[in-house]
């Protein structure tokens, strides 16, 4: 074998030991958040648990990165992804106004947005987005739901958690209240509602698009190579529909 088929072997099997093996960065940490969201995302106990939480796991024990996920309210899961680098957030929408502010490694959930009343309230029969400004909406803080119906000339009232916004929509201090779908039943039934107390007012189709994984700006671009690779990894073994 020829010095440089030699040379290229070991040039290989460095770069594979190198992305195969756990990465330590000097001087920084990869920090792993993500909101209350269940079943998606949510805390149980010291730990993270849910659906999207499985999934993040997993591409982080594929790209050998070891970070606890830190479960916080969306507000704030937010606002440390937005200013900190080397920070994995996951469950967030893409939009324009976010393009710039993260690296967008692939989506993760499919979002689904209705807006709930609730099933006793028959005056509320909506046709159009412009008869909201008869009706207290609310939103979650930092949102992409509320942050869309402002855009629609929509005043909302803000809560911290969608635990929250169920419980104001129950006692009548909301009228009408965005969320996911599976999100929003599961919260209804774990706080002991019945989900037969509400129904779908509206759907919010232009909103309802996948739930990404992301990096902070400024990230360490090692972080950012493992984790797409890892996703794009996650992305073929999973079943096609």
């Known amino acids: 074998m020829s010095p440089v088929a030699k040379a290229a072997i070991a040039l290989s099997l460095f770069v594979f030991i190198l992305l195969a093996s756990p990465v330590v960065i000097a001087g920084s940490e990869l920090r792993v958040v993500t909101s209350e969201f269940p079943p998606y995302s949510y805390s149980a106990g010291n730990s993270a648990e849910g659906i999207a939480v499985d999934k993040v796991q997993h591409i982080l024990d594929s790209a050998g990165l070891e970070s606890k996920i830190e479960v916080y309210p ?16 996951f469950l967030i929408a893409r939009t324009p106004e976010r393009e710039d502010s993260f690296h967008w490694i692939g989506p993760l959930i499919d ?25 207290k909406v609310g939103s979650l803080n930092r949102d992409v739901k509320g942050a869309y119906l402002k855009e629609q000339g929509i005043d909302t009232i803000g809560y911290a958690t ?3 916004g169920v419980h104001m929509l129950k006692r009548g201090y909301i ?14 039934q774990r706080l002991g509602y019945s989900s037969d107390d509400f129904s779908v007012a509206w759907e919010l189709d232009a909103i309802s698009k996948p739930l990404y994984l992301a990096l902070s700006k400024g990230s360490s671009p090692v972080f950012v190579e493992r984790v797409q690779r890892a996703f794009e990894r996650l992305r073929t073994e999973e079943p096609s529909e």
Do not use: H
């Not at 209705?114 to 009706?135: H, Y």
């Not at 009228?175 to 209804?188: I, K």
């Open 175 to 188: 009228d009408l209240m965005p969320a996911e779908t599976n999100s929003f039943n599961y919260r209804v």
């Open 74 to 89: 969306w507000a704030r899961t937010y606002e440390i992804a937005l200013r900190e680098p080397n920070v994995l957030i």
């Open 111 to 135: 979002f689904d947005v209705k807006l709930f009343r609730l099933a006793k309230r028959s005056d509320i029969a909506l046709s159009n987005l412009d008869q909201l400004e008869f009706f």
């Open 162 to 164: 969608e635990e929250s």
